[in-house]
């Protein structure tokens, strides 16, 4: 049991790592990944759908 609950306070404590994209940025790192026409949806439709 108090192996179970330090396990959670370690699980809890990971650090979420976020990135901040200028816009040009994100399209051109969204572009050079494909994602442009990925599943039939254009790189303006993922822009807006960032906004």
């Known amino acids: 049991m108090k192996a179970l609950f330090i396990?959670?306070?370690v699980?809890?404590?990971v650090t979420v790592q976020g990135k901040v994209f200028e816009r040009c940025?994100?399209?051109r790192t969204l572009k050079?990944?494909?994602m442009d026409g990925y599943r039939g949806i254009s790189l303006a439709?993922?822009?807006c759908l960032t906004r």
Do not use: C, K, P, Y
Request: charged letters at 15%; hydrophobic letters at 60%.
């Open 45 to 47: 439709n993922w822009m």
């Open 7 to 9: 396990l959670g306070l």
């Open 25 to 27: 940025e994100l399209a």
């Open 11 to 13: 699980l809890l404590s």
């Open 32 to 34: 050079r990944l494909g």
